[in-house]
């Protein structure tokens, strides 16, 4: 019997750990649809993998936009009719430096700043599940991967960097809740934390490349039947949270 191709969606894909995320998860033959924010820089992204004999296309999404998670849901259900694949990557770090190089504190921190940072990187996804663990459920099968970060690990929480910090801590509830919710299916939902990595985010001086840091997303987005779900994870280990 003929297994049809998994379909991902890989959010803010266009460039850095989502970009290479999505190289990878074409590579493996699942089919991928690049998401970012600018309709051209996607389309240039996907078209660098395409070039490249890959099952890549590109799609206009602003994970922050009810208008645009509604457009990919109903694009998705009209055309490849699944989504197997969900990398909830686009995130943002607003927290700026002050003049002593430190990250400001939490008791200067704007609260327009916290608000943003919660809106991208954890209601987003949220709203982004809503919209297409539907789908999934529809054939019985989801790998959901939010991509997180140690600095949103409580065990080893320290001051500065609020906005990130505390978006991160709820993406990882948020894995707990979606897993729980779904437990006895055969729908995953896991965090990763890709470490320090160089990205436009992480900056040159990071310590891993892009491909070591897709690495634990790629394992989780294609985990077997019996893997783990509802579980943070870095370098294909359980780490605390």
Known sequence: MHTPQRVALVTGGNRGLGFETARQLAAREVSV??????????ERAARRLADQGLPVSSVLLDVTSEA????????????????????????????????????????????SMMRES????????????????PLMRR?????????????????????????YKVSKTALNALTR??????????????SA???????????????????????TIVWLATLPDDGPSGGFFRDRQAIPW
Request: include cysteine.
């Open 33 to 42: 649809v690049l998401a970012s924010r600018e309709r051209a820089a996607g």
């Open 68 to 111: 645009h998670i509604g457009a990919v849901a109903e694009q998705l259900d009209t055309g490849p009719g699944r989504l197997d694949i969900l990398i909830n990557n686009a995130g943002i770090m607003l927290d700026s430096s002050g003049p002593d190089g430190k990250q400001a504190s939490v008791f200067v921190t704007p609260l």
């Open 118 to 133: 919660l809106e991208t990187n954890a209601l987003a996804p949220l709203r982004l599940c809503q919209a297409l663990v």
């Open 139 to 163: 054939h019985g099968y989801g790998r959901i991967v939010n991509v997180a970060s140690e600095m949103g690990q409580l065990s080893t929480m320290r001051g500065q960097y609020p906005g």
């Open 177 to 190: 809740i979606l897993a729980d919710e779904l437990n006895g299916t055969n729908l995953k939902v896991n």
């Open 193 to 215: 934390c890709p470490g320090w990595v160089r990205t436009d985010m992480g900056g040159p001086k990071a310590e891993r490349s892009p491909e070591q840091g897709a690495d």
